[in-house]
């Protein structure tokens, strides 16, 4: 979706993907994989991989303007691993350690945005969008997982009751085909370029 609401731009910016290939292969591991096997034993596994890769991609050098992200460390830590613990799967030591990483690394180094881009997506249209993707991992994904993950992105940017909010939010509804996102993207398109020139997070 994204390459194809930045394509008539794309010279100006540069769009950095989760990087799945990265979480599926660690050394011939798929930790993506195991983790939605049995949150409860390879959480902790992935979450902190996850927060090294988005590490990566949040400090490495600007060569363009802007730098949109489809995910960031933010809401790896604010939604997912917070989801792991509030459900149980995550003890409260692997939570702990991994709070503590994630502070050290917002006080030491730069991992701010200047804008989210919150998609906000009914968890029914996304089940019905993650079934039709189609991939291997996500198969055994249920609704009440998504349902789950929704509430927590709601309190956290639209509630701003779970976790600091330090940029300014774009809510975008996308409950809708691709023709109608590239419309509200056009909408929208001075207020997602033109924030202060650092890095976008979608």
Known sequence: MYKHLIKKDA???IVLKEPLSKWRNVRGHNILGL??????????????????TMLEQHTRPM?????MMERSIHSAKHI???NLYRSGKMPE?????????????QNNTDVSVDLIV??????KVC???????????EKVIPLEYLEAIHELYEEWLIKRALFEVSCPVLVIGADHDMQKMIEKYEENRDQILNPPDRQHNL
């Open 63 to 67: 060569i363009s303007p802007i730098r």
């Open 35 to 52: 983790m939605y096997q049995d949150a409860s034993r390879w959480g902790i596994t992935l979450q902190t991989y996850v927060q090294l």
């Open 118 to 123: 919150y998609l906000q997506t009914s968890p």
């Open 93 to 105: 030591v692997d939570y702990a350690v991994l709070s503590e990483w994630f502070d050290w690394i």
């Open 11 to 13: 010279r100006k910016r």
């Open 80 to 82: 997912f691993v917070e």
């Open 127 to 137: 089940y019905e969008r993650l079934k039709t993707r189609c991939r291997e991992e």
